[in-house]
């Protein structure tokens, strides 16, 4: 069964301070791992996929990065407005695979 | 582009009553999925369809919970009778295409709460 762990449950950061989340996942065969952001009260909004070790993705301060055990989000010089749940989630290859989706990891950045 | 949309936002309801929300999915969307969130965990799939059809509902309790998608658009979620431990967010969330799930959207979701 495919498995995803993200780490750390909870960060805290001074605003610019940079810093990354890890998601480590076990998979038959990687589809796809993809990243969103949830802010409270909200669906999960899409970040970002990856489908192959090496393949780095970024979009503003975010940048993804992923090898074949693990992804990493990269924060960098982040702002209050970065605050949220970060998910990661992964697909498995051949036929049908459905999408599981890790705990996700909670980001404060204070000004 | 419209999103998914969801209702009702916010439910209230007693151990054993039932309850039904509803999904309008992006328009052209194929693929449509149920998921369960509780409180500090990731989404969890309930159920996929693929138009009218169920892809996977390996994760449904079947007992209690039913879906249905009319017409390949508008999905309802039924929970009859509904268990303290129903208590979640239940987020609705349609994609494209059956295998690709980068280009699924997710609705806001419905926080359940069962007293």
């Known amino acids: 069964e495919d498995q995803v762990t993200q780490s750390p449950e909870a960060l805290r950061l001074q605003e610019g301070e940079s810093s990354s989340l890890n998601c480590s996942y076990t998979?038959?065969?990687?589809?796809?791992l993809f990243w969103y952001r949830q802010d409270p009260g909200k669906g999960p909004e899409f970040l970002f996929t990856?489908?192959?070790a090496g393949e780095e993705k970024e979009k503003e301060r975010l940048k993804a990065t992923l090898t074949k055990k693990e992804s990493f989000l990269h924060i960098t010089a982040p702002k209050p407005e970065d605050s949220a749940t970060y998910l990661c989630a992964v697909q498995g290859s051949g036929g049908y695979q459905k999408v599981t989706f890790g705990t996700g990891t909670k980001l404060q950045v204070i000004p | 582009e419209a999103g998914v949309a969801q209702s009702p936002r916010y439910k209230i309801i007693e151990k054993r009553q039932s309850v039904a929300f509803w999904c309008n999915p992006i328009s052209g969307h194929a693929t449509l999925y149920w998921y369960q969130q509780i409180l500090g965990q990731g989404p969890k799939l309930l159920i996929q369809?693929?138009?009218?059809?169920?892809?996977?509902d390996s994760q449904l309790p079947k007992d209690r919970f039913s879906a249905e998608r009319l017409k390949g658009v508008d999905s309802t979620l039924k929970i009859q009778p509904a268990k303290l431990e129903d208590s979640a967010v239940y987020l609705c969330?349609?994609?494209?295409?059956?295998?690709?799930?980068?280009?699924?959207?997710f609705g806001q979701g419905t926080r359940l709460t069962v007293v």
């Open positions: 990856l489908y192959s």
């Open positions: 998979v038959s065969g990687l589809r796809g």
């Open positions: 369809f693929q138009n009218n059809g169920v892809v996977d």
């Open positions: 969330a349609s994609s494209l295409r059956d295998r690709d799930f980068t280009e699924a959207f």
